[in-house]
């Protein structure tokens, strides 16, 4: 077995990790940009009608732990609940309704600046 020496284990709690405003409603930073030895972010996130947007790199993993409600992917409407998973590539906005309790995981790290907000970058996927 070959060991990748820049990758690091990390265990963190969520009562131990930052918690933020995000576009989707509020964010638990359990891996994240400031984390360095990890291959992608992964944060609790309580959602609440996320306002639409898309990444040109990342892709984004969804896994609903409570709640329900819906996410919308490139105008169709998708039903979502508890169990439910959504794989978002590069490019698919995506936004959600109602209040939900998801794990989103980033790949890649999601930095700021690949977070493109539709109403303010109109024509620019």
Do not use: F
Not at 85 to 112: F, Q, S
Request: charged content about 25%; glycine content about 10%; hydrophobic content about 35%.
């Amino acid at each position: 077995m070959t060991q990748n020496t820049e990758l690091k284990p990390l265990v963190r709690h969520l009562e131990d990790a930052v918690t933020e405003p995000s576009t989707c409603g509020t964010r638990h930073r359990l891996i994240s940009k400031d984390d360095r030895g990890v291959a992608a972010w992964a944060h609790a996130v309580d959602l609440q009608d996320g306002a639409l947007h898309y990444h040109k790199i990342a892709t984004e993993l969804y896994y609903v732990l409570e709640g329900e409600g819906a996410i919308l992917l490139d105008e169709t409407s998708h039903c979502l609940k508890p169990g439910s998973i959504v794989h978002i590539p590069p490019g698919v906005v995506h936004g959600t309704k109602g209040r939900m309790k998801a794990l989103i995981i980033g790949i890649p790290d999601i930095d700021d600046g690949d977070v493109y907000l539709v109403d303010e970058a109109p024509g620019t996927r």
